[in-house]
């Protein structure tokens, strides 16, 4: 078994962030940094909807001087066409352009230690070690007690394994689990990085699994498919049996699109597929103009000449890093069910469509878009008599993160009982136009708990940014929802919609 512990240090820093819940505002201490676009994040810290145009910018700043220029990503979307092009047939199908973007831009990989082992969080190409100013953060603000009394020595398993986009915040997610635990004495931890851990004899050691960011068919190998089987089969066991499961953020991006793998589908998630993958049905949709389906050198050239004149509106010549991944996410967004003229008509199903169905069912949803962090969303509280909402006293409040939507036909109250969820009449018509395809309930759940069997599971759609582990109540409402997981802390987890 490749698990790996963790334990983390109780001393605490002093650095406090003014969390104190209350008021509306009391959680906006987060801000943005300083001088950053709405919509921006700071260079090298997780992905979300930046991640593709991240990758595009590391892969077009050939001169690695912080900026493209115009010439620097017209030649080099030119140079990926030459070698995709090997027949020269003088026009790239949808195929070859997926693989193309596939090689280019490849999705990150959990295999093997970081590149650089002083790296950290965002700024390690496989983030596994937390920033210690993050932790410092955390740690500054973590609970001193848990809010129930545990009913017998637990046990839990943190997996922060993934199929696609890796996000930095998952180490530090891991520390606090592990942090939480040994501060008050509620849980014991072990941190694994390896879906093979899931499975019947190890997960028997267990009380409960956390789901740290996970995104695409995360537990699946592509290569054995009795493996697979055997892996969704014993986490299926494990909850239904009485045992729970806590799931954050990501863990919600999995299971869901046209493919677990192969045939250049991308892979069991929404954002998953690596950063190449979201690029194929915008170039498509906007670079094919005549319509038959294929895109050829002076298309993608056209295309590319109009990408960047967007990308640089002050006409500078130059789009520092900063800049290029909140504009170029603006170039790319999903499809809104357009299809080319000519072209047999493709159902267009936000998210895509259910691989795993009694997952999709259990987790209560799956990705469909996000606002991009650090989006400013007014948090309502659905549930304040729930102990796993007891930290906000029943206040709305603000908070900045990457925040999801989800899959209409997915997500439901007749399957889950939500705590708190987007106050979407807070939203700004402009932040509101951001979101294709808009639920039509105007229902937008972010925290919520379900029974499953005999087991439980607790689902926390924030927690992309670090920021958000240096928030004390998010902290206590997580503690919270991973005690109900357990079965020591009991709250009403029925249906919030009765059918």
Sequence with gaps: MNSTASRVSAACAALVLGCAIGPLTALTAQQPPAGAAPGAQAPGRG??????????????????????????????????????????????TQAQLTSGLAAALPQPTNAGPPANPAA?????????????????????????????????????????????????????????????????AAWTTTISYDAADINTANLAKYDAVVLNNNTGCFLDDPNDKAATDARRAALLAFIRGGKGIAAIHAASDSYHGTSCGGGGAAPGGGRGGGPGAALVAPIMAQGDTNADQRISRAELATLTDAWFDKLDPEKTGRVSQADFGPRFASLTPPPAGRANAGAPAQPQVPGGQPLWPEWNTIIGGYFKYHWNDPQLITVKIDDPKSPLTAMFNGQSFEIRDETYTFNQESFSRTNVHVLKSVDYDKMSAEDKAKEPNPRSDKDYALSWIRREGRGRIFYEAHGHHERVYAMKPMLEHMIAGIQYALGDLKADDSPSVKK
Aim: charged fraction near 20%; hydrophobic fraction near 40%.
């Design 47 to 92: 992905g979300g909807g930046g991640r593709g145009g991240a990758a595009v910018f590391t892969a077009t700043d050939t001169n690695k001087d912080g900026a493209v220029t115009r010439d620097e990503f017209k030649a080099t979307f030119d140079g990926w066409y030459t070698t995709w092009d090997a027949a020269k047939t003088g026009a790239l």
């Design 120 to 184: 950290c969080g965002g700024r390690s190409s496989n983030p596994r070690v937390a920033c210690p100013a993050d932790v410092d953060a955390m740690m500054a603000v973590l609970p001193d007690k848990a809010p129930a009394k545990p009913q017998r020595p637990r046990n839990i398993l943190v997996l922060g394994s993934t199929a696609g986009f890796v996000h930095s915040s998952i180490p530090l997610a891991a520390k606090f689990v592990d942090a939480v635990g040994t501060k008050t």
